[in-house]
């Protein structure tokens, strides 16, 4: 059977089907870059908060390198950066002396893990996660310890959380426990590879 032997409306509702199905094409090849570039502004805001965060780095990296050449200057006993002429030795004296302060602050480690190196030839930065159990005045007195004492540490994220079981009131009385997870890093001299 011919297509003009179809009847009349048989054609123009092929036709108008066709049409159709044109357009919907269009729109889609429309909309395409649109959801493209959606994709995109996720991609650009999580690059631009990665490069605050480096800047940041940046700037402390200098701060460190200048109060490092002044204390050696002044003869100092002072140690600024970490020891170790590996990563790996300065990633486990970074933990042990974490493990230390945290200890004596009186909290409980769940967990420690070493992160990735960042670095150039003149400081490497070297980065540990720690997931502990507190109370308010233990992690205050951790978070001290960490910030004023030697080697320079750096707490880049901490992330507080009541720590209780699911439907469990917080006690009026005596200290809350916390869930506390910690990135703290410190710089090494020179470039050590991980």
Known sequence: MSMDSRPRWVRQAAAVGILVAGLMALVAAAIMPFMASAGLRGDIEAKTELLAVLERRAKDRDRLKGENERLVAAGSQARALLDGE???????????????????????????????????????????????????????????TLETGEPLLFVDEILIKADRAAGEEIAREGPTELAVELKVSGFASGKLAP
Do not use: M
């Open 86 to 144: 590996t990563f790996g030795l300065a990633s486990a004296n970074l933990q042990k002396l974490l493990v230390e302060n945290v200890q004596s602050a009186g909290l409980t480690l769940r967990s420690i893990q070493s992160l990735d190196p960042v670095g150039d030839a003149d400081l490497t930065a070297v980065a540990v996660r720690l997931v502990c159990r507190a109370t308010s005045e233990s992690l205050r007195t951790l978070l001290h």
